[in-house]
């Protein structure tokens, strides 16, 4: 194979694979895991006209940015799941967890939901027990307990959906908790029981 054949093969797997990422997105989510579809209201979930979900990223502390399948083919991507983990980290720290996917699956349902073409603004994603029991100390509104300490929570926001649409699709979901924080500028979706402030 002459290498301009190399170059044509390899630009037609990355079409490819944008072209699944992108029907993913406009088509549904019938195939979220169980522990989240169960959570998930019927009406919020169609059919999946291709296997493959993605998200995008953008840490706002670290100026870095993502965009990735992270599940295809009905499995998760090893790769995928730790570059995640990775731009998620705690940036006072620079310590890195293993996120929750439940979490990273409401991310992409609720993306879908607001029609988002924009990556997540990352306010807060993990956080070490160190940097959460520091901002414990200084806000009433930062948990002891928090669930970004075990990769079960972020705080988020979308440049192309106002945040009082951000927060009303994550309680329509009725999946884990969602916290609003017009003040800040960021909503706070989490795994944990459903329930919101």
Request: glycine share 8%; proline share 4%; net charge positive.
């Amino acid at each position: 194979m002459t290498e301009k054949q190399q170059k044509t093969s390899d630009s037609m797997i990355i079409s490819r694979r944008q072209f699944a990422g992108g029907l993913a997105a406009v088509a549904g989510l019938s195939f979220i895991p169980k522990p989240v579809l169960a959570a998930i209201p019927k009406e919020h979930v169609g059919p999946l006209i291709k296997p493959a979900r993605f998200l995008a990223f953008n840490n706002l502390h670290t100026g870095e940015t993502t965009k990735l399948i992270y599940w295809e083919k009905g499995r998760y991507i090893k790769g995928a799941l730790s570059e995640i983990n990775y731009i998620l980290r705690d940036h006072r720290t620079n310590e890195v967890a293993r996120m929750d996917t439940a979490l990273l699956d409401q991310l992409f349902i609720l993306h879908n939901k607001l029609g988002s073409r924009t990556p997540f603004q990352v306010i807060s994603g993990y956080r070490s027990p160190k940097s959460n029991a520091m901002l414990h100390e200084h806000s009433n509104g930062v948990a002891k307990k928090s669930m970004h300490v075990q990769g079960k929570a972020i705080d988020i926001r979308l440049q192309d959906a106002e945040l009082i649409n951000v927060r009303n699709a994550a309680l329509a979901m009725n999946c884990g908790g969602v916290g609003y924080y017009p003040e800040s500028q960021f909503v706070h979706v989490d795994t944990g029981k459903v329930r919101h402030w």
